[in-house]
């Protein structure tokens, strides 16, 4: 009996790897696993680990200020997950959080009927959506992002489409972000041209650019938990899921493209444009390195 | 003789102001380097680096190491570390400021001149 | 006779140096943001141009007519960072795949 079970769930196994394509995502995985094991580590004990993680963080610091260990889900946080002067400003902007008006906003916007006198709804019925953007999708070959699925929706019921980034687009998204709360990112690798935009997603992360010769990698994932300025750097892990994101720097909500746009331009690069296709594949390969991990958008930021 | 003792007096004098004026060129420069160092759309080394001997530059970056006794170094070896890293750092993280042209090469020699001398 | 020969012969030169020199100043700036146009062009199509390149080299383009001299020093200045651009992605495009934790 027992002999059976185990044969018919190594064949369901085997099949459910043929079926779902497993394979596509083998490289992503073990990309992912190698990924949050790195923070994992990184943040389990900064003290005791400091010459090889924070080798010029002076110790006094890292003791005074330095909240650890911390899992995985702590990561959401960003670097208010350790970094306690950051927690404690941030405890009380959050008493009244800077993207409550915005997220008013936009829950109107997404009960406002269009002219056609449908609403948002007619297009996701269940606005807890967030955790499968961005996707691959096959029939179109492309990934499609959440704003675009926004704007696709309004253009369906003869609306202007929004401009991407920010507006009235972000304060949609972090609607659809809000009723996401709590659900765990889960995004896929489903054929052979989604693992080519993972690949391409993910050579933008970590190959340096710009002026500055830097990359995502060095500043979010090697510098993270570092002060740039007197900021401690975030962490790439857990950086999608509080998106968009009210910036006080901004003054308002943001997708991730924005951000992750001005980012590629803080290297000294050109600025790459919304929507287009690096951005997306970064956007795609960013989020599939936090796989499994809670949403809490929107959040507030400096 | 006394044409020597006015030789010595002349001498003196020579090299006192000679070395006055190296000074305040040097003071001039070490100024300039400063503002490089802690200037966003130059230098902005401040961002990665603390300094030794400088405690109005708020002293909170910590990606690169603290900066001290950076006299100890020749020039030549401090310009081409801020010129070009990657030359004795494979995969180091601190950009390119000259060969990316960020700085320019005289801007370079007065961030080395502020670092030697506020670092001493 | 031998004055004439000599005045004629240094104007005769003056004018060829001017005529040699003006068109060559105008090609040379006309190459000079030509070559910036074209690596810029192809730094910009690989993504890796730098943010103010094509500020310097529309800088250029605008002092072509009135200032070719500074012009030229521009789209200089402009295929120096898109032929860097375009090397040092080069050069990271080796080594960037040892950055992925392992």
Same mark, same amino acid.
């Given at each position: ?302 | ?56 530059? +708020?002293?909170? #970056? ?14 030549? =070896? /401090?310009? !081409? ?13 601190? +950009?390119?400021? #000259? ?14 001149? =502020? /670092?030697? !001398?506020?670092?001493? | ?102």
């Amino acid at each position: 009996m027992l002999k059976k079970m185990i044969k018919i769930a190594a064949i369901s196994m085997i099949s459910g790897t043929i079926l779902f394509g497993a394979s596509f995502n083998a490289q992503a995985e073990k990309d992912r696993v190698a990924f949050v094991n790195y923070f994992l580590k990184k943040f389990e004990n900064p003290v005791a680990n400091k010459d090889k993680y924070f080798p010029y963080v002076p110790l006094e610091e890292l003791k005074k200020d330095y909240i650890y260990p911390l899992k995985f889900q702590d990561f959401q946080d960003g670097p208010l997950s350790w970094y306690k002067p950051s927690k404690e400003q941030f405890a009380e902007i959050n008493d009244f959080p800077p993207y409550e008006i915005p997220l008013d906003d936009g829950e109107a916007l997404f009960n406002k009927p269009f002219a056609n006198g449908k609403t948002y709804a007619s297009c996701f019925p269940n606005p807890a959506i967030k955790q499968n953007y961005p996707y691959y999708d096959t029939k179109r070959d492309e990934i499609v992002t959440i704003g675009m699925a926004v704007n696709e929706c309004r253009v369906k019921n003869g609306e202007k489409p929004l401009k991407y980034g920010k507006g009235d687009l972000a304060k949609v998204v972090a609607y659809l972000a809000y009723k996401s709360r709590g659900k765990k990112i889960d995004i896929k690798i489903p054929n052979e041209n989604a693992a080519k935009a993972y690949e391409a997603g993910k050579k933008l992360f970590y190959k340096q650019r710009g002026y500055l010769a830097i990359s995502c990698n060095e500043c979010h994932v090697k510098s993270s938990g570092k002060r740039l300025r007197a900021e401690s750097l975030s962490p790439a892990l857990g950086a999608t899921t509080q998106m968009p994101v009210y910036r006080i720097k901004w003054g308002g909500l943001g997708t991730l493209q924005r951000r992750l746009a001005g980012c590629v331009k803080d290297t000294g690069s050109e600025k790459p444009k919304m929507q287009s296709k690096p951005l997306k594949e970064l956007a795609y390969f960013l989020t599939y390195m936090s796989n499994g991990m809670k949403l809490f958008g929107p959040d507030t930021r400096k | 003789m006394i044409d020597a003792k006015k030789l010595l007096v002349a001498t003196l004098f020579g090299l006192i102001t000679t070395s006055a004026v190296y000074a305040a060129g040097n003071e001039a420069l070490v100024k300039e380097g400063r503002k490089v160092f802690v200037t966003k759309k130059l230098g902005n080394c401040l961002a990665c680096h603390s300094v030794k001997g400088d405690p109005g530059i +708020p002293q909170t #970056g910590d990606i690169g190491p603290k900066l001290s006794n950076l006299n100890a170094y020749p020039k030549s =070896y /401090l310009f !081409e570390k801020i010129y070009d890293p990657n030359k004795t750092v494979a995969n180091t993280l601190m +950009p390119p400021m #000259g060969r990316n042209h960020k700085l320019t090469k005289h801007q370079i020699d007065a961030l080395v001149a =502020y /670092l030697q !001398e506020t670092t001493k | 006779m031998k004055k004439l020969f000599l005045i004629s012969t240094v104007t005769i030169a003056f004018l060829a140096g001017c005529a040699s020199n003006y068109p060559s100043a105008t090609n040379s700036v006309d190459s000079a943001i030509a070559n910036a146009q074209a690596k810029y062009q192809k730094a910009h199509d690989e993504m890796v141009a730098w943010k103010n390149t094509k500020k310097v080299l529309e800088k250029a383009k605008k002092l072509a007519m009135s200032d070719p001299k500074k012009a030229i020093a521009l789209a200089n200045e402009a295929a120096y960072e898109a032929q860097t651009a375009l090397d040092q992605s080069a050069e990271f495009e080796k080594t960037w795949r040892a950055e992925v934790p392992k």
